[in-house]
C-alpha cells in the first residue's frame, strides 16, 4: 500500500443530518461538535436538524461544514488510520489546518465563523455570481475570461472543469462565449464570487483577526489551495490571507500528492464531490469517502484490507 490522503470537503457539500451518526458513532468526533457548540452555541443542532437553505447561508455553512469534515478525520484517527498528508478545498483548508494542528480546536472554529462572516459580507457588498464551465482545457476558459473586465477563473477541479467567478452580469455574458466556443456552462447557486478578488475586504479583515492568533508548525504537510505546497508555520498567515481571494488550484495539489506516493484519497466531511474530481483527475488510485457511520466503518476496512 502507497501513502494515504485525507481531503477536506467544501462548501456546497452540506445537508441536513449531516454528521449526526458520526457523533453518535465517536467519541473523536463528538468532541469537535463539543468546542463548537461551547464556541458558537447550536452549531451541532443546526447540523442535524436545519434546513438546507438555513445551512447554505455562507456564515451557517462555514462552521457547520467545518465541524463535520473535522469530526470525520478524527473518528478515521480514533479507528487507526492516519493520513500522510492533508489538503482541504477552500473551507475544508481550514480544517484540514486544524487537524494539523496548526489551529488548536478552539482557534481553528473561532477563526472559521469569522471567514464565513467576512466573505457574506464581501459578498453583499460585491455581489458576484460562479459558473463552472466544462468541455474547454483551462487555456481556453483563462483566454475568455480575459475578454471581461471583471470575470476570473477560480477554482482549478480537473481536467475540463474550471470554475470562474465575477460580476453577475459579465458571468451570463460570458457563459454565452463558452457555449459558443464549444463548451458548457452552468451557474452555481452561491451567494458571491468566492475565491476573486472581490473577496479583497474578507482578506484584510481575515488578515487582522490572524494578527492575533499563534499559528503553529504543521504536524504531517498540509498542501495549500494558493500554490499546491505544502504549509509552514512561517508560511501559514499569509496563505490564509491570500487564499479567499485567489484561485484554488485543486487540479494540481492532487496531481501533486499522487507524484510524492498518495495511492489513497479520503475525503472527509458531507459529500463526494472531491472524490469525483479525483477520479477525474488520476487513475488507478483508491477514492473514499466518511460522512457517516456507514462511510466510516467501510472506509477503515477499505484501508485495514490493503495493508
Partial sequence: ???VAFVFAGQGAQYSGMGQSLCQASPAAQAVFDTADQLRPGTREQCFTAPVEELSI???????????DLAAAKALEEAGVSPDYVAGFSLGEIA??????????????DFVCKRGRAMQKAGEANPGAMAAVLKLSNEQVEELCAGFEKVWPVNYNCP????????KSQIEAFCQKVEEAGGRAKL?????GFHSPFMESASQELGTVLETVALQEPRLPVYANYNAQPYTQASAKELLVNQVKSPVRWQETVERLHALGVDTFIECGPGKTLCGLIRKT?????????QDQETLQAAVEAVKAQG
Avoid: D, H, I, R
Avoid at 455562507?58 to 463535520?68: F, I
Avoid at 484540514?96 to 472554529?109: K, N, Q, R
Avoid at 475540463?160 to 460580476?167: K, M, R
Fill in 1 to 3: 500500500m502507497g501513502k
Fill in 160 to 167: 475540463g472543469q474550471l470554475v470562474c467567478a465575477g460580476e
Fill in 58 to 68: 455562507t456564515e451557517n455553512t462555514q462552521p457547520c461544514l467545518y465541524c463535520v
Fill in 282 to 290: 488520476l487513475k488507478g488510485v483508491t477514492v473514499l469517502n466518511v
Fill in 188 to 192: 452555481l447557486a452561491v451567494s458571491g
Fill in 96 to 109: 484540514a489546518l486544524s487537524f494539523a494542528g496548526v489551529f488548536t480546536p478552539e482557534e481553528g472554529f
